[in-house]
């Protein structure tokens, strides 16, 4: 019910850029439709620390996405870089928390 006004309210306004971000906007709205819909019915939550996971993961990219389109020439690439290079370390110790991936990796090249 929300896909179909959304996509042509962003492709009316802002063309094709329009339906990418009517896509993210359904995709935020489905998520907080299951989200409602799980916990009511299933009693179902997100820990704190899944929040504190998902915020970071979240909020990065948006950055990213901020750099991309509002900074340019040697700096925007610099910026890109260091937001990558820290999701891809942040992912990795919190991945490494959970699975201990170094001991596994450690184990299967030894």
Do not use: C, H
Request: positive net charge.
């Amino acid at each position: 019910m929300v896909i179909l006004p959304t996509s042509l309210l962003g492709y009316y306004w802002l063309g094709i850029v329009g339906i990418g971000y009517a896509y993210t906007l359904n995709f935020i709205i489905y998520f907080i439709w299951v989200l409602i819909m799980a916990s009511k019915k299933y009693n179902f939550s997100y820990s704190n620390v899944f929040t504190k996971l998902l915020s970071i993961q979240i909020t990065v990219p948006l950055f990213t996405i901020f750099a991309i389109t509002q900074i340019s020439g040697l700096v925007m690439y610099v910026i890109i870089a260091l937001l990558a290079s820290f999701i891809i370390i942040y992912s990795f110790l919190e991945l490494n928390k959970r699975l201990d991936i170094i001991q596994s990796f450690n184990i299967k090249f030894k």
